[in-house]
Every structure is written in C-alpha cells, then in structure tokens.
C-alpha cells in the first residue's frame, strides 16, 4: 500500500440541539459543512442517533482541528466519546468514574465436555453528556500524555460554549501547555448576520445558519498549501537547494524528506532529522521526538511543525491530488466589438422605402452578429489593446458577453447528461450510535 499524505483538514466536533438545549453528541469529519447538514437531514447520511426530529436542528458548538491523521481523529473522538472508561486517562486524573449498570449473563459451551455454563459479565452505565462534562474531559484530553503533543488547536463557534470553556480554565488548576491555540470564530457573526439578513431579504431567501456561515470560511483542502508547495517544487527545480541549513551536509532533493521555511523571501531547507533535533533543544522538551512549533534558523520567524511535514507529504506522496493542486487554469483570449448605439438608434427611425438596397444589408448585418468572438491560442504573442483573458478549466466551458441580450455558448447536452450520471462522492465521517439523547 502506498503512503497516503496527511489529510487537508480532519476535526472532531460537539453537537448541540437547538430545540432540546440538553442532547449532546460527538462525532468527526472531514467537511463539517457537509456533516452538519447531514445532521441536519438536509442532505443524505447522518449518525442514527441524531436523526429523531425532536432534537433537529442540530448546532456545532466546538471542533478539535490540527490531527495529523484519520486515525488519530478517530482515536481522539473514541476517548471524548468514552472519558469514563478511555485507557488515556489515568484512573487518578479520572473526572467520571464508570458505574455499574448490572449484570447480565452469557452462556458459553465448556470446550472440554460441552455443558452449559454461564459466565457473568460487568456493565458499564455510560454518564449523561453534558455542556460541562463535554468541555471538562475535552480540557482533560488535551493535557494526558496521549494528546498533549499534538499540533492541536480548538475552535469555539458559540459564545455560550466559550464562555464555559474560559470559566472552567480559570477555576481549573491545571493548564494547557504553552503555545496551545484557541480560536473565536463566532466574533465576525454579527456583522456577518446583517449582511446575510439584507441579502435574504432581497431576493426571500431563507436565512441560513450562523454556525453554516462560520463553516464556510474553514478550508477544508490544500489550497491553502499551494504557494508553500510552489516555492518548493521551484527551489529544487532551480537547484537551489542542495545542502541543510543546519548540518550543511549535502542535500538530495530527489532521495531526502527535506523540509523547507514557509516565508515566501526565505530559501531555507533542513532534513527533517536536523529541524525536530533543534527545535526540541530550543523548545527544552527532553524526552520527545517530535517538536510542536519553532523558528527557522536563516528567518527567524515561528512556524508549526505540522504545516512543514504537510507541505512535505502533499509534495512527495501527493500523486493525483498534488497534480490536480498545481494544475494551472486554461488561458483563452477572446475580442468583443461593440455597434454604436446612436447608429442603432437613428436605423429604427428611418422605414425601409427610405434605406437603399445596401444600407438594410448592413443593417441587417450588424443585428445579427453584434459580438465577435475569436479565440486563439494560450500561446500566441503578448495581447494587443481591447482584448482580455478568460479563464476557464474545462473546454467546454460556456463564453457569455457581459452585454444583455446576447445569446452564449453553453456545455453540450451531451455533456450535461454525463455530469448528471457522475455517482456522489462518499467521505467516510465517524458513525457512534450510542451518543446520549435526551427527550
């Protein structure tokens, strides 16, 4: 099996019923949009549990982003999920000790004899979820050995849910180590509520949901990595990199993990071996392996280690996605001519036994073609004045003038047809059909 890259964005998230306001439940995603609405039953999928229309609609209240993996997300929501019996929290530090539900008994056949025996079995009973014991074993999670060195961060998109969050921090005596990130990103939803409410109300659309308009702004793919990946590619395309800015030993871009400085002005590139050496020295984190964050030794400016290895595994393990990242849109060059109104104008005025032969011909003519296209290769020599560029990533991409009334050259029905008949796109989301809902 090949090696796959580290995933563009993978989150655990806390779900709150708007309507009940005490039903909780934890799930994770790659796309929280999508996930929330289906959630919501706005589109196909959804956990069982969050199905019932008395708790819907659903809100997100919280994510945990930063997770270098699938895996490693899954194994995060499994512990929030089951703080009261999770193996990565030790029993002392334990907020919600496990309570028995019973017994119940298990018939097993002896495998020597065969007779009946039976064999009894411990339940747990699992606690009620709760706002506080939610953000409580959340904050507890963050700080057990499991997960305190990971490249997480938290993402509060209610002001209630942060609010308790900055309460229980305070009163709690424990902290979250140094250079964790907290975000707010529930600040920018007044202005952005008005805005949404004028333009629903222009045109009578239904107001979307605040927690939908956040989710919009989250990016969810590599985009975001496309300038550092560029600079990268370009360096060892110019033979600029040959040689660790740490070790100054010889540097192979083609065999080597090397990792190079994000800054767009700095060409600095390490192994990967050199920089997690120096930035554990300097950060003092005897013990481990791997750093959270560091300077770059030619820049000076701070950097976390999981956009350096990203960078690097979309790079070298990328293949399709990669190709599809860097692929550059197509350059079409097209020429508009415009007929003068006042000469349109002054034609209608006149009737037809006044105009010679010639002149309706003309007129007739410039009715009908009003804009000429001429398209021509993404090659040719520099644009003259009065044309323009379009851009376009598909050859059938449909050519409209910016003046009304003048007909475009949409896609084929053939190719519609074949959009149509595109099977969905499937992304495995975390499915726990034993979150507690309340009535």
């Known amino acids: 099996m090949d090696p796959k890259p580290i995933p563009a964005f993978y989150c655990c998230y806390l779900l709150r019923s708007k309507d009940k306001g005490r039903s909780f439940y934890i799930g994770s995603t790659p796309n929280p949009r999508r996930r929330l609405a289906q959630h919501n039953g706005k589109t196909n999928g959804g956990a069982f549990r969050t199905r019932r229309d008395i708790h819907r609609p659903w809100d997100m209240t919280c994510i945990v982003t930063g997770f270098p993996s699938n895996i490693a997300a899954l194994?995060?929501?499994?512990?929030?999920?089951?703080?009261?019996?999770?193996?990565?929290?030790?029993?002392?530090?334990?907020?919600?000790?496990?309570?028995?539900?019973?017994?119940?008994?298990?018939?097993?056949?002896?495998?020597?004899?065969?007779?009946?025996?039976?064999?009894?079995?411990?339940?747990?009973?699992?606690?009620?979820?709760?706002?506080?014991n939610s953000l409580s074993n959340l904050h507890l999670l963050l700080r057990v050995p499991s997960f305190n060195r990971w490249p997480l961060a938290v993402r509060f998109l209610c002001s209630d849910v942060y609010t308790a969050w900055q309460k229980y921090s305070e009163e709690n005596d424990s902290k979250l180590r140094d250079g964790f990130r907290v975000f707010r990103d529930f600040d920018d939803l007044a202005e952005s509520n008005v805005n949404h409410k004028l333009s629903a109300s222009a045109v009578g659309e239904k107001?979307?949901?605040?927690?939908?308009?956040?989710?919009?702004?989250?990016?969810?793919?590599?985009?975001?990595?496309?300038?550092?990946?560029?600079?990268?590619?370009?360096?060892?395309?110019?033979?600029?990199?040959?040689?660790?800015?740490?070790?100054?030993?010889?540097?192979?871009?083609?065999?080597?993990?090397?990792?190079?400085?994000?800054?767009?002005?700095?060409?600095?590139?390490?192994?990967?071996?050199?920089?997690?050496?120096?930035?554990?020295?300097?950060?003092?984190?005897?013990?481990?392996?791997?750093?959270?964050?560091?300077?770059?030794?030619?820049?000076?400016?701070?950097?976390?280690?999981?956009?350096?290895?990203?960078?690097?595994?979309?790079?070298?393990?990328?293949?399709?996605?990669?190709?599809?990242?860097?692929?550059?849109?197509?350059?079409?060059?097209?020429?508009?001519t415009e007929t003068s109104a006042s000469s349109k104008d002054s034609s209608t005025n006149e009737t037809a036994a006044d105009r010679p032969l010639n002149d309706l011909q003309d007129i007739l003519e410039d009715s009908l073609m009003d804009v000429d296209f001429l398209v021509t290769d993404a090659n040719d020599d520099p644009l003259p004045d009065g044309w323009q560029e379009l851009l376009d990533d598909d050859e059938n991409m449909s050519v409209t003038s910016t003046e009304s009334g003048i007909p475009s050259r949409n896609t084929s029905p053939v190719q519609s047809k074949r959009q149509r008949q595109k099977l969905e796109i499937v992304i495995e989301d975390s499915e726990w059909d034993s979150a507690e809902a309340l009535d």
């Open 75 to 132: 194994q995060f929501e499994w512990a929030w999920q089951n703080f009261h019996t999770t193996k990565k929290i030790p029993d002392d530090q334990r907020l919600n000790k496990p309570k028995e539900a019973g017994k119940r008994k298990k018939s097993n056949l002896s495998p020597t004899n065969g007779d009946k025996h039976e064999k009894k079995r411990k339940k747990l009973k699992r606690p009620q979820l709760t706002l506080n």
């Open 207 to 336: 107001k979307e949901s605040p927690t939908m308009t956040i989710l919009e702004k989250i990016d969810a793919t590599y985009s975001g990595l496309k300038p550092h990946i560029a600079k990268s590619l370009a360096l060892a395309a110019e033979m600029r990199i040959q040689h660790c800015s740490i070790c100054q030993n010889r540097l192979d871009p083609e065999t080597s993990m090397f990792l190079v400085c994000p800054s767009e002005q700095c060409s600095a590139a390490y192994h990967m071996a050199c920089l997690a050496k120096k930035w554990t020295e300097n950060q003092q984190s005897t013990g481990f392996l791997l750093p959270v964050s560091g300077n770059c030794v030619q820049c000076s400016r701070e950097h976390q280690w999981i956009d350096l290895v990203k960078e690097m595994s979309i790079r070298q393990r990328g293949g399709k996605d990669l190709a599809k990242l860097m692929k550059e849109p197509r350059k079409r060059k097209c020429k508009v």
